[in-house]
C-alpha cells in the first residue's frame, strides 16, 4: 500500500504531455498543470484560432490564459526528485522502432494503444481517455495502432475516404463523387464492406477447404512415407539376405571347383611321379643292359656272346603314358571353358532378373495422390496383362489360355512347389502389383472370390489364414451367380447392395492406398462402382481367383491391350 502511494504521488506531479516530472510547473484555470514549457508549446500551436484548450479536459479559454509558476507544485517536484525516485514510464512503455507511437505525446513518444480512424491518429493509454470520457468522442472508431492512417486521407480534397467507388474499385471521400468520381457507381465503404464480407466468407472456406484437402494429402503422404520406408527396408533386408546367400553359394561353389582341382591335380601329379619312378627304374636297368651289350659286343669269346645275347637282348613292353598326359590335359582345359560360360550364363539371368528389378523400382515413383479414372477408357490407361503362376495353382484347376483362363479339372497332378495352394481352390497372379493398375475378370459358374493378396499369404491347408479375405492378408469380392456381392477383409464381411454383371473391373492405386471393384456392363461402356477399400498397402499385391468346386466353371484374366 505504501508502495502505491507513492506511485500516486508522482503521477500527481507528472505532466500528461511529456509524462515527466514537472519543469517550472503551472496551473491552467481549469485546474490541470502542466510543464510551462509544455503548455506554451501546445497553445503555440493553437495560435490563431482565439480559442485555448486544456489537453487533458478539453476546456476552452478566450483569451489565452496568463502563466503564472504553481510554487507547491514545484517544492512537491524538487522533494520527490530528492526521494530518487523516477517519475517516468518504464522503458517497455516507450515506442521504439517497431512500434506505432502516440502523437500527442511531446519529447519522447509513448506506444500508442489504438489508433482512431476519424480522428486519424493513435493515442497511448493516458490520452486515449479522453474517447472513453467525452460523448463525440466515444463514437469514433477504434482499431489496433496503425501506421497507415494518413493512407485513408483522400489526396484530392484532405478529407477522410469513408466511400467506394466500384467503377475504379477505390476507396473516395464524399466529395469525390461530385468530382473525379461524378458519375461512378459509389457506395459507403461499410456497404462494400459487408458485400465483399460475403465473398471473403467464401474465399475463407475455399482456403479452409485446401487446408483440409492439403492436410489429408499431407498425412497420405507421411503414411506412405512409413509405408515405403518399412517396406524399402524390408526388401533391403531381404535382398542381402539373398545376396549373402548368393554369395555364400559361390564361395563354396568357388571352393568345391578348387578342392577338386586340387585333387585332380595332386591324383595326377602323384601317378605322374609313379610313372616316373618306374621309367627311371627302366633307364637304369637299360642303361645296364646297354653297358652289358657294350661289354658283349667287345668279348672275343664267340661261344659267350651266343650264350648271353639272347637274354640281354629281350627287352619288356615300354608303358605308354601317353594317354595320362592327354586326359589331364583334356580335364583342364574343359574346366577352363566351363567356367566362364558358367559366368556368362549368370551375367544373363542376372541381368535379366536386375532390368525387372529397376522396372519395379520405377514404377514406385511416389508422387501426389491422383484422382481415380471416371470411364472404363480412363481406366484402361492402366490396363495389366494379368498371368497365372502355375506353381501357386491348387491340383484342382488347370490352366489355358496362355494362363489367363482356369477351369476345374480334379485329375490333375501338379509337381510339390511351396507356393502352391494345397486344399483351396485358389491362385495368384504371376505379377506383383504396384503403382497404379487395372485389370477385368470374366467368370461363369456358381460363385468367385475376386482378389488381391500378400505374396506370404499362408498356402498349407484350408483355414482363414489361407483363404482370401478371410485373414488381414488379403482383400476379396465375392460375387454369387445372381450377381449379389460381399465384400471381405480380415474376415469381416459387407454387403454391397449394387447391381452386377458378370465381368469385373478391379482398380489398384498401390501408393495411395486404394483398391477399387467395378460390374462392367455387357456393353463394356459403362462400369458401377461396387466397393471401394482405402488403407495402407506394405507391400506389392498378387491378382488373386477363387472359385467353388463346379465343372462349368471358368474364370478368365480379360486381354484388355
Same mark, same amino acid.
Given at each position: 500500500?505504501?508502495?502505491?502511494?507513492?506511485?500516486?504521488?508522482?503521477e500527481?506531479?507528472?505532466?500528461?504531455?511529456c509524462?515527466?516530472?514537472l519543469?517550472d510547473p503551472? #496551473?491552467? !484555470?481549469?485546474?490541470h498543470?502542466?510543464?510551462?514549457?509544455?503548455?506554451?508549446?501546445?497553445w503555440d500551436?493553437?495560435?490563431?484560432?482565439?480559442?485555448y484548450?486544456? !489537453?487533458?479536459?478539453? &476546456?476552452t479559454?478566450? !483569451?489565452r490564459?496568463?502563466?503564472?509558476?504553481n510554487?507547491?507544485?514545484a517544492?512537491?517536484?524538487?522533494?520527490?526528485?530528492?526521494?530518487?525516485?523516477?517519475?517516468?514510464?518504464?522503458?517497455?512503455?516507450?515506442?521504439?522502432?517497431e512500434?506505432?507511437?502516440?502523437d500527442?505525446?511531446?519529447?519522447r513518444?509513448?506506444?500508442a494503444?489504438k489508433?482512431?480512424?476519424?480522428?486519424?491518429a493513435s493515442?497511448?493509454?493516458?490520452?486515449?481517455?479522453?474517447?472513453?470520457?467525452?460523448?463525440?468522442?466515444?463514437?469514433?472508431k477504434?482499431?489496433d495502432?496503425?501506421?497507415t492512417?494518413?493512407?485513408?486521407?483522400?489526396p484530392h480534397?484532405d %478529407?477522410?475516404?469513408t466511400?467506394?467507388?466500384r467503377?475504379?474499385?477505390?476507396?473516395?471521400?464524399?466529395?469525390?463523387?461530385?468530382?473525379?468520381?461524378?458519375?461512378h457507381e459509389?457506395?459507403?465503404?461499410a456497404? $462494400?464492406?459487408?458485400?465483399?464480407?460475403?465473398e471473403f466468407?467464401?474465399?475463407?472456406q475455399?482456403?479452409?477447404?485446401r487446408?483440409?484437402?492439403r492436410?489429408k494429402?499431407v498425412?497420405m503422404?507421411?503414411?506412405?512415407?512409413?509405408?515405403?520406408?518399412?517396406f524399402?527396408?524390408?526388401v533391403?533386408e531381404?535382398s542381402?539376405?539373398?545376396?549373402? &546367400?548368393?554369395?555364400?553359394?559361390?564361395?563354396r561353389?568357388r571352393?568345391?571347383?578348387?578342392?577338386?582341382v586340387?585333387?585332380?591335380q595332386?591324383t595326377?601329379?602323384r601317378r605322374?611321379?609313379e610313372l616316373q %619312378?618306374?621309367? %627311371?627304374e $627302366?633307364?637304369t636297368?637299360?642303361r645296364?643292359?646297354?653297358a652289358?651289350?657294350e661289354?658283349?659286343?667287345?668279348t672275343?669269346?664267340?661261344?659267350?656272346f651266343?650264350r648271353?645275347?639272347?637274354?640281354l637282348s629281350?627287352?619288356?613292353?615300354p608303358?605308354?603314358i601317353?594317354?595320362m598326359?592327354?586326359?589331364?590335359? #583334356?580335364?583342364?582345359e574343359?574346366?577352363?571353358v566351363?567356367?566362364?560360360?558358367l559366368?556368362h550364363k549368370?551375367?544373363e539371368?542376372?541381368?535379366?532378373k536386375?532390368?525387372?528389378?529397376?522396372?519395379l523400382?520405377?514404377?514406385?515413383d511416389?508422387?501426389?495422390?491422383? !484422382? %481415380?479414372?471416371?470411364?472404363?477408357a480412363e481406366f484402361?490407361?492402366y490396363?495389366?496383362?494379368i498371368?497365372m503362376?502355375?506353381?501357386?495353382?491348387?491340383?484342382d484347376?488347370t490352366?489355358?489360355n496362355?494362363?489367363?483362363?482356369i477351369?476345374i479339372y480334379?485329375?490333375?497332378s501338379?509337381p510339390?512347389?511351396p507356393?502352391r495352394?494345397?486344399e483351396l481352390w485358389q491362385?495368384l497372379s504371376?505379377e506383383?502389383?504396384?503403382?497404379r493398375?487395372y485389370w477385368?475378370?470374366?467368370?461363369?459358374?456358381?460363385e468367385i472370390?475376386?482378389a488381391v493378396?500378400?505374396?506370404d499369404?499362408?498356402?498349407?491347408?484350408s483355414s482363414?489364414?489361407c483363404?482370401?479375405g478371410y485373414?488381414?492378408?488379403s482383400w476379396?469380392?465375392?460375387?454369387y451367380?445372381?450377381?449379389?456381392?460381399t465384400?471381405?477383409?480380415?474376415?469381416v464381411?459387407t454387403?454391397?447392395?449394387?447391381?452386377?454383371?458378370?465381368r469385373i473391373?478391379?482398380y489398384l492405386?498401390h501408393?495411395?492406398?486404394?483398391?477399387?471393384?467395378?460390374?462392367?456392363?455387357?456393353?463394356l461402356?459403362?462400369?458401377t462402382?461396387?466397393?471401394?477399400?482405402?488403407?495402407?498397402?506394405?507391400q506389392?499385391?498378387y491378382a488373386g481367383?477363387h472359385?467353388?468346386?463346379?465343372?462349368s466353371?471358368?474364370a478368365?484374366?480379360?486381354?484388355?491391350?
Amino acid at each position: 500500500m505504501a508502495q502505491r502511494g507513492v506511485q500516486l504521488d508522482r503521477e500527481a506531479i507528472s505532466c500528461s504531455i511529456c509524462l515527466d516530472l514537472l519543469k517550472d510547473p503551472v #496551473t491552467v !484555470p481549469c485546474g490541470h498543470s502542466y510543464c510551462m514549457s509544455c503548455i506554451k508549446a501546445h497553445w503555440d500551436k493553437e495560435d490563431g484560432r482565439d480559442v485555448y484548450s486544456c !489537453p487533458q479536459c478539453r &476546456q476552452t479559454f478566450t !483569451p489565452r490564459p496568463v502563466l503564472g509558476k504553481n510554487t507547491m507544485l514545484a517544492v512537491l517536484v524538487e522533494e520527490l526528485k530528492k526521494t530518487g525516485l523516477q517519475a517516468a514510464p518504464a522503458d517497455h512503455c516507450y515506442a521504439g522502432a517497431e512500434d506505432v507511437a502516440c502523437d500527442v505525446c511531446t519529447g519522447r513518444k509513448l506506444k500508442a494503444q489504438k489508433s482512431c480512424l476519424q480522428c486519424l491518429a493513435s493515442f497511448c493509454e493516458k490520452h486515449l481517455q479522453p474517447h472513453f470520457e467525452a460523448a463525440p468522442l466515444q463514437k469514433h472508431k477504434l482499431t489496433d495502432p496503425s501506421r497507415t492512417l494518413q493512407e485513408n486521407v483522400c489526396p484530392h480534397h484532405d %478529407e477522410v475516404m469513408t466511400m467506394f467507388c466500384r467503377t475504379d474499385q477505390q476507396p473516395v471521400c464524399y466529395l469525390c463523387p461530385v468530382d473525379e468520381h461524378k458519375g461512378h457507381e459509389t457506395a459507403s465503404a461499410a456497404a $462494400e464492406r459487408a458485400e465483399r464480407q460475403r465473398e471473403f466468407e467464401e474465399s475463407r472456406q475455399s482456403i479452409q477447404q485446401r487446408i483440409q484437402d492439403r492436410e489429408k494429402d499431407v498425412r497420405m503422404l507421411q503414411r506412405d512415407g512409413a509405408a515405403i520406408n518399412s517396406f524399402a527396408d524390408r526388401v533391403v533386408e531381404e535382398s542381402e539376405e539373398v545376396f549373402t &546367400q548368393l554369395i555364400r553359394l559361390m564361395v563354396r561353389r568357388r571352393s568345391d571347383v578348387k578342392k577338386q582341382v586340387r585333387s585332380q591335380q595332386e591324383t595326377k601329379v602323384r601317378r605322374g611321379k609313379e610313372l616316373q %619312378e618306374k621309367l %627311371e627304374e $627302366e633307364i637304369t636297368e637299360l642303361r645296364r643292359r646297354e653297358a652289358e651289350l657294350e661289354k658283349l659286343s667287345n668279348t672275343e669269346d664267340h661261344i659267350q656272346f651266343l650264350r648271353d645275347y639272347p637274354s640281354l637282348s629281350q627287352l619288356s613292353e615300354p608303358a605308354d603314358i601317353s594317354d595320362m598326359y592327354i586326359h589331364s590335359l #583334356t580335364y583342364f582345359e574343359e574346366l577352363s571353358v566351363a567356367l566362364p560360360e558358367l559366368l556368362h550364363k549368370l551375367q544373363e539371368v542376372l541381368g535379366e532378373k536386375w532390368t525387372k528389378i529397376l522396372e519395379l523400382a520405377a514404377e514406385g515413383d511416389v508422387s501426389l495422390p491422383q !484422382p %481415380e479414372p471416371m470411364t472404363r477408357a480412363e481406366f484402361l490407361n492402366y490396363a495389366r496383362d494379368i498371368t497365372m503362376d502355375p506353381n501357386t495353382l491348387n491340383n484342382d484347376l488347370t490352366l489355358s489360355n496362355e494362363d489367363r483362363e482356369i477351369t476345374i479339372y480334379s485329375d490333375n497332378s501338379y509337381p510339390s512347389h511351396p507356393d502352391r495352394f494345397t486344399e483351396l481352390w485358389q491362385v495368384l497372379s504371376k505379377e506383383g502389383l504396384t503403382g497404379r493398375c487395372y485389370w477385368e475378370v470374366e467368370w461363369e459358374g456358381e460363385e468367385i472370390y475376386i482378389a488381391v493378396a500378400y505374396k506370404d499369404i499362408c498356402r498349407e491347408g484350408s483355414s482363414d489364414d489361407c483363404k482370401f479375405g478371410y485373414n488381414d492378408k488379403s482383400w476379396a469380392l465375392f460375387c454369387y451367380r445372381t450377381y449379389s456381392f460381399t465384400f471381405l477383409h480380415n474376415s469381416v464381411e459387407t454387403e454391397i447392395s449394387a447391381d452386377g454383371s458378370s465381368r469385373i473391373g478391379v482398380y489398384l492405386d498401390h501408393g495411395a492406398g486404394t483398391l477399387s471393384f467395378y460390374s462392367v456392363s455387357d456393353t463394356l461402356t459403362t462400369m458401377t462402382l461396387l466397393h471401394k477399400v482405402q488403407t495402407t498397402f506394405t507391400q506389392p499385391l498378387y491378382a488373386g481367383l477363387h472359385v467353388e468346386f463346379s465343372y462349368s466353371y471358368t474364370a478368365e484374366f480379360c486381354k484388355l491391350r
